[in-house]
């Protein structure tokens, strides 16, 4: 086998030089090693682990070229947004393009322009498509929402069944990784036949995601539950999920109503309304997204605070993976979700009403639908248990977990709500259940940055933001931005130390960020003058006088 990595490139420089991090989260550092030796993977990480890491470092570490099969537009044109930000160059080949675009992106993959191609599946019977590939060195696939192929899947892509014989009739044959964030051992034993992995090394992470607190209601009053969760996460960006497109269109007009920023997204409204909102929902100008589970795959928008089940979803996976998409940067966020009887006899009647799919025989469906019936038993019970909920989960997941989690309501009555910036103070519950909205509850913030500051750079962030045409998560991570408060970075060495920071955002940013740090240091340095001391920055910012 031919070598497959450079000589001037490792994953760990890479990681830093690229993307502003020090080490590698739980995972990931072994399937990097895998595929650069040249074998498939599989791995099943959940949402927010970071999957696109895994295939991003090695990419830019391999010599050719590497192409991403996605399942949707908005997935591709987020990461090649972020690529671009971190100084990469990346394409996507979908239908949004016109032949034009389509042509002058294969042109430039076949001069070696990009180093990352995101392609979705259709797109892969292509004869112009297959003619330029054919030309160029392919390194890697890499197959992301991998349990599209599987008909046991919920997401089944008919499309993805392509993947197998687009990689045969390749002059020679790439690594191939395959992830997706949640699969049954049926969907496993798919995944690997029905892409033609290749002996490959399966990995799973574990499916906790701690910085996620989990709420369950049953709920005689949805309105008025949904208003005072949404209340408490003012200004915060969320998504609530409902069962079918009318209840979509009632909740969206009602938080309207209510004065609060939000739009719609369902399979009935025109692909260009349904673009312009999914837009106007990642780019900030609208806070809220209410939708049907049409909604969110792919969708890499990492600072969603909150989640709301408006409906109980019909089984575990599909509220795992949707409630998921909350606190992707690592943050504190909220999943809550009301549910009440109307939202079971709702989901007993989509299974009834199921429609076969043509891959399976009138016997296999069947099959189906008992599988699907177990599946609601499973998420009724989650709802009604006394127990745990994230334990709950984990087990029915299949992974380890603790008797008692301390950030979900079944396990606390919180007298403060959690926050990243906020102190847990909790008792375990007695006899009864946690009964209001952990987001109606008081909060007793104990600082660990000046908001003023982190607000000012908010303001920073979304103007650079608006200015080159991408969301504002892109620029920097809340995360980021909590890290510059706490440390105060006012050099360009001391920049360069904040996580998510790197060499080509520094040199595109940094001067603007460090601007607004060094403007808060000395306002905090005139107040102390005024006392009659004096201070350098230096030991303002070590004393702690700033706040931070």
């Known amino acids: 086998m031919a070598n497959l990595v450079t000589d001037t490139k490792d994953p760990q420089s890479v990681l830093m030089q690229y993307f502003g991090y020090s080490s590698f989260r739980q995972g990931q550092e072994e399937i990097i090693d895998k595929l650069l030796s040249g074998q498939d993977i599989l791995a099943i990480m959940p949402t927010g682990a970071g999957k696109s890491l895994c295939y991003q470092v090695p990419a830019l570490v391999m010599d050719g070229i590497t192409l991403v099969i996605s399942p949707l537009v908005s997935l591709m044109k987020d990461q090649v947004n972020a690529l671009t930000a971190q100084g990469i160059r990346g394409a996507y080949l979908n239908r949004s393009l016109t032949d034009k675009q389509f042509d002058k992106a294969l042109s430039n993959m076949s001069k070696g322009i990009y180093k990352i191609i995101y392609v979705a599946p259709e797109r892969l019977t292509s004869q112009r498509f297959m003619d330029a590939v054919k030309q160029i060195n392919i390194s890697m696939i890499a197959v992301d929402e991998a349990h599209c192929v599987s008909q046991w899947g919920q997401d089944f892509r008919p499309g993805y069944l392509n993947i197998a014989q687009f990689i045969a009739d390749l002059p020679k044959r790439p690594v191939v990784g395959a992830f997706t964030a949640t699969a049954t051992s049926k969907v496993k034993q798919d995944i690997i036949h029905l892409l033609r992995l290749n002996n490959p090394y399966e990995v799973t992470t574990g499916f906790d995601r701690p910085n996620l607190f989990f709420s369950v209601f049953r709920a005689y009053d949805k309105q008025q539950r949904l208003k005072s969760l949404v209340t408490a996460n003012k200004n915060k960006s969320g998504i609530v999920y409902c069962s079918t497109r009318k209840k979509v269109e009632e909740v969206c007009d009602y938080l309207c109503e209510l004065g609060f920023s939000a739009t719609r997204y369902h ?19 609208k806070r809220i997204m209410v939708a049907t589970n049409a909604f969110g795959m792919g969708i890499d928008k990492s600072d969603v605070r909150f989640v709301i089940h408006h409906n109980m979803p019909k089984n575990l996976e599909s509220y795992y993976q949707e409630a998921g998409r909350a606190g992707r940067d690592g943050e504190y966020a909220e999943c809550t979700l009301l549910w009440d009887d109307d939202d ?22 069947e099959i189906f639908k008992q599988k699907e019936y177990e599946r609601l038993d499973r998420m009724i019970a989650y709802c009604k248990t006394r127990g745990c909920l994230r334990s709950f989960m984990l087990r029915y997941f299949g992974d380890d977990s603790k008797a008692k989690c301390k950030m979900c309501s079944n396990c606390l009555t919180i007298q403060y709500r959690p926050t990243s910036s906020t102190r847990i103070q909790a008792k375990p519950e007695t006899k009864s259940r946690f009964k209001e909205p952990v987001s109606a509850l008081a909060i007793t913030p104990i600082s660990k940055s000046d908001n003023a500051l982190y607000n000012a750079l908010l ?31 006012v050099s360009e060495k001391e920049f360069l130390q904040i996580s998510g920071v790197t060499q080509t955002k520094l040199d595109r940013y940094g001067e603007k960020f460090m601007r607004v740090i060094r403007e808060h240091i000395a306002k905090k340095a005139a107040k102390v003058n005024e006392k009659g001391k004096a201070y350098s920055d230096d030991e303002i910012r070590e004393s702690g006088l700033t706040g931070a």
């Open 267 to 285: 399979a009935g409204l025109l692909d260009e309304e349904r673009r312009q909102n999914q837009d106007d929902f990642v780019y900030d100008r």
């Open 344 to 365: 079971i006899r709702i989901c007993r009647y989509f299974i009834s009403h199921m429609e076969r799919n043509e891959e399976l025989t009138d016997e296999q469906f």
């Open 459 to 489: 303001v920073v962030r979304l103007m650079i933001a608006k200015k080159r045409g991408v969301p504002a998560y892109v620029i920097f991570s809340e995360k980021s931005l909590r890290e510059m408060c706490e440390k105060l970075p």
